[in-house]
């Protein structure tokens, strides 16, 4: 086994802690964003359609994005990642990753569902066909965000994964 230098691995914690904490900074401003676009939509559509539907099936979602974000941002300390070792920086790195890959087949879940909304509006005797549509069509844009942000993140934060493995070769 490698010996790690007394700088390197607090270096590769700090900077996986650094990119976990900034990731969590981009989920909420997504958030903040959709609540502050579909929040002010939401007052300005009719509730018997499906756009006001949209909105306010956004709003939900994105604040549990928000707090998601904050609890995230309030777990991740960079300044205190220094003294894991080895075993449990690759620990840390590996429970992050299978928490993406697993947030990434959700947010596949999240889109089917809303495809599966979208058909039970045209539906003969679809009750409130304007709130299924609206519905749906907001798990499609949420789960392909989220789809895309867990991905890319899981891309972005592997990397650390090949630096530590180095360390142990």
Same mark, same amino acid.
């Given at each position: 086994?490698?010996?790690?230098?007394?700088?390197?691995?607090?270096?590769?914690?700090? =900077?996986?802690?650094?990119?976990?904490?900034?990731?969590? %900074?981009?989920?909420? *401003?997504? +958030?903040? /964003?959709? $609540?502050?676009? @579909?929040?002010?939509?939401?007052?300005?559509?009719?509730?018997?359609?499906?756009?006001?539907?949209?909105?306010?099936?956004?709003?939900?979602?994105?604040?549990?994005? =928000?707090?998601?974000?904050?609890?995230?941002?309030?777990? %991740?300390?960079?300044? *205190?990642? +220094?003294? /894991?070792? $080895?075993?449990? @920086?690759?620990?840390?790195?590996?429970?992050?990753?299978?928490?993406?890959?697993?947030?990434?087949?959700?947010?596949?879940?999240?889109?089917?569902?809303?495809?599966?909304?979208?058909?039970?509006?045209?539906?003969?005797?679809?009750?409130?066909?304007?709130?299924?549509?609206?519905?749906?069509?907001?798990?499609?844009?949420?789960?392909?965000?989220?789809?895309?942000?867990?991905?890319?993140?899981?891309?972005?934060?592997?990397?650390?994964?090949?630096?530590?493995?180095?360390?142990?070769?």
């Amino acid at each position: 086994m490698a010996i790690l230098s007394s700088e390197i691995l607090p270096a590769i914690n700090q =900077a996986r802690e650094l990119l976990a904490e900034r990731g969590m %900074a981009v989920l909420g *401003s997504w +958030a903040l /964003l959709n $609540l502050l676009v @579909s929040g002010y939509m939401v007052k300005q559509t009719d509730a018997r359609t499906e756009t006001h539907h949209f909105h306010l099936m956004n709003v939900g979602w994105n604040a549990v994005n =928000a707090l998601l974000a904050v609890w995230g941002i309030l777990r %991740a300390h960079p300044a *205190s990642v +220094a003294g /894991l070792t $080895l075993a449990e @920086s690759l620990t840390a790195q590996f429970q992050f990753e299978k928490i993406l890959l697993f947030n990434a087949g959700l947010d596949v879940a999240y889109v089917c569902v809303g495809s599966w909304l979208r058909a039970r509006a045209h539906a003969v005797g679809a009750v409130r066909p304007e709130r299924l549509l609206g519905f749906g069509r907001s798990l499609w844009v949420q789960g392909t965000f989220l789809f895309l942000f867990d991905v890319g993140f899981y891309l972005l934060y592997h990397r650390w994964a090949g630096e530590l493995l180095l360390r142990v070769s």
